[in-house]
């Protein structure tokens, strides 16, 4: 950030020369740094200035709306992958390499854990804390209960919910995630898409919720406008479920707001949640 406003200072005054010679010096470092920083592997240093530069056009309106709804991530992870850059030089040194996080979101090289993250015995599954390949629970029966407790509530108003995709084994998420860096590339891929070990959907807590025959809003933002989308919004917690990715709360969850994802976290944390108006990672204190 710094860094960022002494550049932009210095560009008011007009020194054309000197800034383009400063320029020119720190593109030069910058790239010495991402060449050094991928072990000195030219293909795939090329690779992370294309990467970092493609960041640069933010994506927006390319890929229909699912990928609208989770551009804005985008911005941060500009600053977060070009600070890091700058920063480290060459040297990979452990303990700063292992907070380097890629255009995805995703802290770089990160391995799949042994075990799952349970903080204050809660399950935690987001960018930073995956989940171990071999992590395999099923939908949890406790969550199933709470929907169909819901959904029946949610009758009485006129509304039929239906979860249209709860557990998802880390198996079926590589499919589908390989399917769609197949057909849109990774880093198109990666706004739209959690990685294998990284989805919520692997914890069988998740669920993705629309109304029967109004399939054009599932998985899609417009759930958040419809009346059904509101009066989940604002009674899931009651039931144990919270909005899992709140509008504004980008930085925080990793994901863009999903008014149709849904994670099960009892009545008394959802409720508390709910009504300090915060994330899973911040009422576990995560970073
Ligand atoms: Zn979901």
Redesign the pocket.
């Known amino acids: 950030m710094k860094r960022k406003n002494k550049y932009v200072k210095k560009k008011k005054t007009g020194k054309g020369l000197t800034i383009t010679l400063l320029v020119t010096a720190l593109v030069g470092c910058g790239l010495v740094a991402i060449l050094g920083f991928n072990g000195w592997d030219v293909e795939k240093s090329t690779q992370s200035v294309q990467t970092f530069f493609g960041l640069s056009h933010a994506p927006s309106e390319q890929a229909g709306s699912k990928l609208d709804v989770e551009d804005g991530k985008t911005d941060e992870q500009i600053e977060k992958t070009s600070g890091d850059v700058t920063e480290q030089g060459g040297d990979a040194g452990s303990e700063r390499r292992e907070m380097t996080v890629d255009a995805g979101g995703y802290i770089i090289d990160q391995q799949l854990p042994e075990e799952p993250t349970y903080i204050n015995q809660v399950l935690l599954a987001n960018k930073k804390y995956p989940l171990p390949s071999t992590f395999a629970p099923g939908e949890d029966p406790a969550a199933r209960e709470a929907f169909d407790k819901m959904a029946a509530e949610a009758k009485l108003s006129g509304f039929n919910l239906t979860a249209f995709?709860t557990y998802r084994s880390f198996e079926y998420q590589k499919t589908l995630y390989d399917r769609y860096v197949e057909r849109d590339g990774k880093e198109a891929a990666d706004t739209y898409s959690a990685r294998p070990g990284y989805s919520?959907?692997q914890t069988g807590l998740?669920f993705?919720i629309g109304e029967v025959n109004f399939e054009k809003h599932w998985a899609s933002s417009s759930f958040g406008e419809t009346e059904a989308g509101k009066w989940l919004a604002a009674n899931a917690h009651r039931f144990g479920f919270i909005l899992r990715y709140p509008e504004g709360k980008e930085d925080i969850t990793g994901y863009m707001h999903?008014s149709?994802?849904y994670r099960y976290v009892g009545v008394e944390m959802a409720t508390d949640i709910y009504n300090r108006d915060i994330t899973l990672e911040e009422y576990l204190d995560v970073k």
């Open positions: 995709s919520e959907h998740a993705d999903e149709w994802h």
